[in-house]
């Protein structure tokens, strides 16, 4: 199937688009961006800078994708950002490229972010991740799969979000949100575990039960981070997934893991 793009569309020289590629009215595709199969731009959506877009995207009126780091230390060059397939990018959405030659901000697939969200440079973002309305990553964040952040929720720089946790809405994180848990709060603790998100992707009553033990012995037990990690680690369940990806989150921290709150 052939691009349909709108007579007011603006498509440089030099952009690929593919197979089934919508541009609707007052849209603007730059001359290094490529769009994979099926996706589509709503009116006045931007994409533009060194970006690949993949396959079965859809983005907004407003959006705009690809535009240049806002970080000041930018010194020239053709940094870029690579998305994958499946996404969806609503109103006035902002994905930056990266600062330095040769390197990228990523987005995985299957992600939805919701209007007015904020992606910025050098920030590697996985797949099936949930951003809703004004939630924003600064410089040089990483969210790990399985994701879900509030509204207007914040991450500071450097800060990492693990696998299938949630930063409730207006929450400030400024510690590495560890897997599988719940922060809330300016600045966040972790409350709870985020047993409907868990519960939502299919994690069993064992599994739960593996993800509760590790919440007590990190958050709950009295421990000092040392001590609970060691405790974690010799615990009879320390070879199963969730203990292992709480030890593996917890051993590669540069921020740190967030403090514990009232749950």
Request: charged share 15%.
């Amino acid at each position: 199937m052939a691009a349909k793009i709108h007579p007011t569309a603006i498509i440089e020289p030099g952009a690929v688009l593919s197979e089934g590629v919508e541009i609707g009215a007052y849209a603007y595709v730059g001359p290094q961006v490529s769009l994979g199969t099926g996706t589509r731009l709503h009116h006045h959506a931007s994409v533009e800078g060194n970006t690949v877009v993949g396959a079965a995207c859809e983005i907004f009126p407003y959006a705009c994708v690809g535009g240049k780091t806002q970080d000041l230390k930018y010194a020239g060059g053709n940094p870029g950002l690579r998305i994958g397939d499946r996404n969806t990018f609503r109103e006035y959405v902002t994905i930056h490229c990266a600062t330095n030659d040769g390197e990228f901000t990523r987005i995985g697939s299957d992600n939805v972010l919701l209007a007015t969200c904020h992606v910025a440079h050098d920030c590697i973002v996985g797949s099936h991740v949930v951003m809703s309305n004004g939630a924003v990553l600064a410089g040089h964040v990483t969210v790990d799969d399985h994701v879900v952040i509030g509204g207007y929720g914040g991450v500071h720089q450097f800060c990492r979000v693990g696998a299938y946790a949630m930063l409730s809405a207006m929450a400030k994180l400024v510690h590495d949100l560890p897997p599988y848990f719940i922060a809330d709060g300016t600045p966040a603790e972790i409350r709870a575990i985020n047993r409907v998100g868990l519960e939502r992707n299919g994690f069993s009553p064992a599994q739960l039960d593996r993800v509760r033990q590790v919440h007590r012995l990190l958050y709950r037990a009295g421990l000092n981070r040392t001590q609970a990690l060691e405790r974690l680690a010799a615990h009879a369940d320390a070879g199963s997934d969730e203990f292992q990806r709480m030890l593996r989150f917890a051993q590669t921290s540069q921020r740190g893991l967030a403090p514990g709150g009232k749950g």
